[in-house]
């Protein structure tokens, strides 16, 4: 499994779920079959936007664009490191 991912929601540092089986998890069950549909329906240009996407959808934040801009800044920088 990959990294943990970490974020800050309302002052306290939370782990945001990185596989599809804990994004899954921590998503409503009312939501599951809507995430479990747009991941098999994701190509693979598009699987990641997919997953970031449901991450955040299982964090629950106000500020999530935020997140999503943060996230995708600290990928970039970690592959042009890579």
């Known amino acids: 499994m ?3 991912l970490r974020t800050f929601v309302g002052g306290t540092e939370v782990e945001v779920p990185n596989s599809i089986p804990a994004i899954r998890a921590a998503l409503p069950e ?3 079959a809507e995430f479990d549909e747009a991941i ?3 190509g693979v240009h598009e699987i ?3 997953m970031r996407h449901w991450m955040l ?3 629950p934040d106000p500020e999530a ?3 999503l801009d943060r996230l ?3 990928e970039a920088e970690r592959r ?3």
């Open 30 to 32: 009312e939501r599951r």
């Open 48 to 50: 990641q936007a997919v």
């Open 57 to 59: 959808e299982s964090v």
């Open 40 to 42: 098999n329906d994701a």
């Open 80 to 82: 042009n490191v890579a």
């Open 2 to 4: 990959g990294e943990s």
């Open 65 to 67: 664009e935020k997140i």
């Open 72 to 74: 995708a800044r600290d």
